[in-house]
């Protein structure tokens, strides 16, 4: 009979911490094994704890090469220790001294709940899409500026993201991003021609035939057809939303099945009122109503609508975007922000827009969180509004309101309520962000994780 070592029957624990170590009580085992029945004469019971030893070491060398499945709030010290749509990060605003895994991935809710019209949805936007954390400067001279994500667009259209905000400024003879003043594009305020934004935009859209983008454009372009021209070069004209299509008395969109089947997948609102009529880019506060952005769109308890647009209760729009960044953006302040603060806003913004969800909410470091930050929160939006489901996840295609699945976690409560706090306590983010290859998410590392401790404990009774 041979003992089975510790190290071996904890591997498919819930942190891979816990199955690389052997405590000093298991090390014993290898030295005390008892044999019953006859010993052959040709392999003596020395050789036969060599074998052991030799066998034991390479199940364990397995283990360690074996991506481990952290789950959220599990400690963690380097992204290969998290699981699928987790990374590993720290927050010292948060008092929390080690690194935990964090969601990093949005669950997209149309790949659940199918064929509803657009504006029955709440989608993930990233405040200044374009301005990245040490993002190389393009113009020669030092950049600066305040800065509001730290990942490329295309990223963060991979991790779920579906809204951009775009600031677009005539600079040096062509169309640039810059986050700038006074309407002007600066030399140390720019970052990047706005077409090479648009190409990742373009290559998303013709990879993911059924996703939907929407750009807000914070618009200071005075070029004759300037944009127009921009979005044409960009190649994304095919995928352009028409403005006569558009519901303007606070009608349902069309269905996002609809959309998908016409190849209308870009919307595009613009902040500059005349280009609705020059050239054909949707006014932005004619179709959705938004709350203040900057510092008063944080403040507790209070949710004002910004000065061009309508009242939040007002029912001649059907989309609403929500802001909830500050006016000054800093990393080290964003996880608990989006994990306390964001959750409490999203009520106070639902209670102001008449009992109605926000289809878009736009933040500073979207994956800067305590564990599941604005993802736990879109979440909760869709589940409950979508399926009457604490979230999307317990929601199944097909099935009546209500008919939740178990995910570990309560489904019960109204379809108007919201979360007051993060569902994930503890465990924020702070450093330098690892990001994971597209591949590794669809990974089931799992699996080949059960299957290389299943083999390498074969190979050791095997060898008894």
């Known amino acids: 009979m041979v003992p089975v070592p510790m190290a071996a029957t904890m591997a498919d624990s819930a942190c891979c911490n816990s199955h690389w170590t052997i405590s000093p009580s298991d090390q014993p085992l290898a030295h005390s094994l008892t044999f019953h029945g006859r010993e052959s004469g040709w392999w003596p019971l020395m050789a036969r704890r060599s074998c052991f030893l030799l066998l034991l070491s390479l199940h364990i060398a397995l283990l360690l090469l074996i991506p481990c499945s952290c789950q959220v709030g599990n400690s963690c010290s380097s992204a290969r220790d998290c699981g699928v749509g987790l990374y590993c990060g720290d927050c010292a605003a948060s008092g929390r001294k080690q690194p935990s895994c964090i969601r990093d991935l949005a669950i997209q809710p149309t790949s659940i709940v199918k064929g509803l019209p657009f504006n029955r949805y709440s989608w993930l936007v990233t405040h200044n899409s374009f301005s990245i ?13 305040f800065y509001n994500q730290e990942d490329t667009v295309t990223n963060q259209l991979r991790n ?3 809204g951009l905000m775009l600031d677009m400024y005539d600079f040096g003879g062509d169309i640039w991003l810059c986050h700038s003043l006074q309407g002007k594009c600066y030399n140390f305020t720019a970052f990047e021609p706005a077409i090479d934004t648009l190409k990742e935009v373009e290559a998303f859209l013709s990879e993911n035939p059924t996703e939907i983008v929407t750009i807000f454009i914070e618009d200071y372009v005075h070029s004759p057809m300037g944009l127009s021209k921009l979005f044409t070069a960009a190649d994304l004209m095919k995928y352009w939303y028409p403005i006569s299509e558009m519901p303007t008395s606070g009608q349902d969109w069309p269905s996002v099945t609809d959309m998908a089947a016409k190849n209308h997948r870009l919307l595009v609102f613009t902040s500059d009122a005349s280009k609705e009529a020059s050239e054909g880019i949707a006014y932005q506060w004619s179709y959705l109503l938004e709350n203040e952005s900057g510092d008063p769109g944080i403040e507790p308890g209070s949710c004002p609508n910004r000065k061009e647009s309508q009242q939040l209760n007002a029912r001649s729009a059907s989309l ?4 909830y960044f500050p006016t000054i953006p800093v990393q ?26 926000p289809n878009f909410i736009a933040l500073n470091f979207y994956m800067r969180s305590d564990g599941g930050g604005v993802f736990d929160v879109q979440d909760r939006i869709n589940g409950l509004t979508l399926c009457g489901c604490n979230s999307i996840a317990a929601c199944q295609a097909g099935a009546p309101a209500g008919a939740c699945k178990n995910t570990g976690a ?16 503890g465990n924020v983010i702070s450093g330098t962000i690892e990001f994971k290859s597209p591949a590794s998410r669809t990974s089931s590392t799992s699996t080949w994780r059960n299957f290389v401790v299943s083999l390498s ?8």
Not at 133 to 145: C, H, L, N
Not at 320 to 323: A, C, F, G, H, R
Request: hydrophobic residues 35%; proline residues 6%.
């Open 133 to 145: 954390v040490g993002e190389p400067s393009r113009t020669g001279v030092e950049r600066v500026t």
């Open 160 to 162: 779920g993201v579906r």
């Open 320 to 323: 609403i975007l929500q802001n």
């Open 332 to 357: 080290s302040e964003a996880c608990k922000e989006n994990s306390v603060g964001l959750p409490q806003m999203v009520q106070t913004c639902y209670a102001a827009a008449g009992n109605r969800i």
């Open 410 to 425: 309560p489904n019960t409560g109204a379809p108007n309520r919201t979360t007051s706090s993060s569902s994930i306590n």
């Open 457 to 464: 404990l074969v190979l050791i009774l095997m060898a008894f």
